[in-house]
T-cell receptor, first 114, second 110 residues
């Protein structure tokens, strides 16, 4: 079965712009989480969505937001981009909240802010 | 949230067992230990998880101490493709959010 699909794979944006990243979870998975990975901070949890509701949120400013649609696909948005937002953004899906088997990750979207 | 401590790097000879330690002394009773690995610039890959008993699957074995304050991931016959960053994670019992820490960079040497 298809894995977690993230689009686009690579993106270059200018400081001050906004960006939207997309994630399609594994079929049947209802929980989608987002992570940011940078060389300095490592992998950091952004937020988790389940049944179109945000269930958990990490320690990121309000410029980072997300949503989940009824088909479980998710988008995350970053407004007023800063140079420090350059990172690999990873999406992960799970069959449920507190799924014993944890997540399956996508390959990520590499965002570069110039 | 329970934190984990791992050595920053380890080497292992190809074909030998790789034993990766992790300390999680503040783990609570309902929290699971998970191991993931990340090969350069790919998404992390699930390896194994456990609560209190030792676990084994086709990739690895997980040994959890009786007091649950530490665990060891064992790759029984390391290959060059096992070179990756290995993350030990304690998952809080409030949801799927994982706190990855800095992980152990394992290098398998031919």
């Amino acid at each position: 079965k298809a894995g977690v699909t993230q689009t686009p794979r690579y993106l270059i944006k200018t400081r001050g712009q906004q960006v939207t990243l997309s994630c399609s979870p594994i079929s049947g998975h209802r929980s989608v989480s987002w992570y940011q990975q940078t060389p300095g901070q490592g992998l950091q949890f952004l937020f988790e969505y389940f049944s179109e509701t945000q269930r958990n949120k990490g320690n990121f400013p309000g410029r980072f937001s997300g949503r989940q649609f009824s088909n479980s696909r998710s988008e995350m948005n970053v407004s007023t981009l800063e140079l420090g937002d350059s990172a690999l953004y990873l999406c992960a899906s799970s069959s449920s909240l507190l799924s014993t088997y944890g997540y399956t990750f996508g390959s990520g979207t590499r965002l570069t802010v110039v | 949230d329970a934190k984990t401590t791992q050595p920053p790097s380890m080497d292992c000879a190809e074909g030998r067992a790789a034993n990766l330690p992790c300390n999680h002394s503040t783990i609570s009773g309902n929290e699971y230990v998970y191991w993931y690995r990340q090969i350069h610039s790919q998404g992390p890959q699930y390896i194994i998880h456990g609560l209190k008993n030792n676990e084994t699957n086709e990739m690895a074995s997980l040994i959890i101490t009786e007091d649950r304050k530490s665990s060891t991931l064992i790759l029984p016959h390391a290959t060059l493709r096992d070179t990756a960053v290995y993350y030990c994670i304690v998952r809080p019992d409030t949801g799927n959010q994982f706190y990855f820490g800095t992980g152990t960079s394992l290098t398998v040497i031919p």
